[in-house]
């Protein structure tokens, strides 16, 4: 009987094993499949409309293989029948439903196609703990809850213009520093995830989920974020930021800084912790928050890995910019880290050898 058990447990870790290898095997396949012989990272570069943008060219998004949405099972916020709110997620628990990461998704594309179209589409970014999930995740960050955007403040005046056109269906709310868009807020008795549209925050003139648009000025060396004056401000080189280079996010590409690792290690420093969310954007609150080590959550959450682009790499071209192969990685205590897909894309070259769970160089 124990010989039988024995047996039955072997099979089983065999099959797994077997599923795990095939499961990298289809991403390698996906790679060889979405990356032209000739790509160009000039193909990358983001224009001010799509017809000035090589966007059709760009590795096709929806092709690649995706893990299973990281999401809550519970929607985080949503009213109860009794007048409460649902509980927040625990530290680094996913922080949306699915239908809550989907209208996310919604609003970052109807805001993108709607600078596209105006001809701001290089006048827009992701920035803060989007860009982290795009250079990161591919993605959201596994426990994060907003969108973060920079916009030219030269443009506000516009934005606000063309967003009004968008009424009733979507609203922008505007504060002193930064602006809020979302949905026409969900009735309280109709509250449902299913449906599209953003929930009321509490004592709170705007709903959530809302893409935060924070505000840049521009001068000939920098970008400084516009900031409260008690606030220090951040600024960035205009040539670390500009021009702006498209990167994955979810299964579309939008607009992000030319060299994202140098932008993001100015803004948070190279430490090797990942943190819980801080705060709660659909309860405008704060909330304890603790650190763990990036690389252990890397065996529960997938990190992207880079590299040069192998066949396809190429001498950095007059931006700095060079073919960088990204591979979104989940690690495995038991066998070999899986890669669920990979690509190439235009990077700054130093971005070819990032490390995977900070904002620093490979030391090997």
Request: negative net charge; contains cysteine; hydrophobic residues 40%.
């Amino acid at each position: 009987m124990c010989v039988f058990w024995i047996a039955v447990v072997f099979c089983v870790i065999i099959t797994v094993w077997t599923v795990n290898r095939m499961d990298a095997s289809i991403a390698e396949i996906n790679i060889i499949q979405s990356v032209p012989t000739q790509m160009k990272t000039s193909w990358f570069r983001v224009g001010p409309t799509y017809n000035q943008c090589h966007i059709s060219l760009l590795p096709n998004l929806t092709n690649l293989r995706w893990p299973s949405p990281i999401v809550s099972k519970i929607a985080t916020g949503k009213i109860k029948a009794n007048g409460g709110r649902e509980r927040l997620p625990g530290m680094f628990e996913p922080a949306m439903s699915i239908g809550q990461m989907e209208l996310y998704r919604k609003l970052l594309h109807t805001f993108s196609e709607m600078m596209f179209r105006n001809g701001l589409g290089d006048r827009f970014m992701l920035t803060a703990g989007t860009l982290v999930g795009s250079f990161h995740h591919h993605d959201f960050i596994p426990w994060d809850d907003d969108i973060d955007i920079f916009v030219d403040t030269e443009i506000r005046d516009e934005v606000r213009q063309l967003v009004r056109e968008l009424e009733p269906r979507y609203w922008l709310k505007v504060t002193n520093e930064r602006d809020k868009f979302f949905t026409r807020p969900l009735p309280s008795p109709e509250d449902d995830e299913n449906v599209e549209l953003s929930q009321p925050v509490p004592d709170k003139p705007w709903s959530w989920p809302f893409v935060d648009i924070a505000y840049y000025e521009r001068n000939k060396t920098h970008i400084t974020e516009n900031l409260p004056a008690h606030v220090k401000s951040m600024s960035w080189p205009v040539d670390m930021v500009f021009p702006l280079y498209f990167r994955p996010f979810g299964s579309a590409w939008y607009p992000a800084p030319r060299n994202p690792l140098a932008f993001l290690a100015n803004r948070y420093g190279t430490s090797s912790a990942c943190y819980s969310l801080s705060y709660s954007h659909a309860l405008e609150r704060g909330m304890l928050s603790l650190s763990a080590s990036c690389e252990l959550l890397a065996y529960r959450y997938p990190f992207v890995q880079h590299g040069p682009c192998g066949k396809n790499a190429q001498a950095p071209d007059a931006d700095m910019m060079s073919l960088s192969e990204e591979k979104l990685v989940i690690q495995s205590e038991i066998f070999s880290p899986a890669v669920i897909h990979s690509l190439c894309l235009a990077a700054d070259a130093t971005n070819t050898r990032a490390s995977p769970y900070d904002f620093g160089l490979k030391t090997r």
